[in-house]
């Protein structure tokens, strides 16, 4: 089993990641999906392997509990993936997140996110912008 998963293509990864972050699973995407050595690129700074990638995970749970994320754009060239979200929680939301991936051997390797969480005194102005975007996709996601 775990050699089948080394051997999917980026484009299996990261739908596997992004079906499983939607339903919230964190932990079974790290295990199934992230390499051991990721290095993460984030506002909040740069984090490394299955714990940092824990910690980031916590942080937007914290930040966006039980929010859906929806998928606006994904993009897979190669090795390379693209993706573009939202997500609306009670109190704060992401209106236009941007991640990008790096995918080597069934593994994301390396993620850069540029996110903006809004803070609960905005939350109107969220709401406004992630309104517009298509109801959240399912895939029922690396």
Request: glycine fraction near 6%; hydrophobic fraction near 40%.
């Amino acid at each position: 089993m775990i050699d089948d998963l080394r051997r999917r293509s980026a484009a299996e990864v990261f739908e596997d990641h992004l079906r499983l972050a939607g339903e919230h699973r964190f932990e079974e995407d790290i295990q199934r999906n992230v390499s051991p050595d990721i290095v993460v690129l984030e506002r909040r700074g740069i984090f490394r392997g299955h714990n940092g990638v824990r910690e980031l995970a916590r942080l937007l749970e914290q930040e966006l509990p039980g929010a859906p994320y929806v998928y606006t754009n994904r993009l897979v060239e190669g090795r390379v993936a693209f993706l573009e979200w939202t997500a609306q929680a009670e109190h704060s939301c992401v209106s236009d997140g941007a991640d990008s991936f790096l995918i080597e051997d069934g593994w994301i390797a390396d993620i850069v996110s540029d996110i903006l969480i809004s803070p609960p005194a905005l939350p109107r102005r969220c709401v406004s912008k992630c309104s517009t975007v298509s109801p959240r996709l399912s895939f029922a996601r690396s």
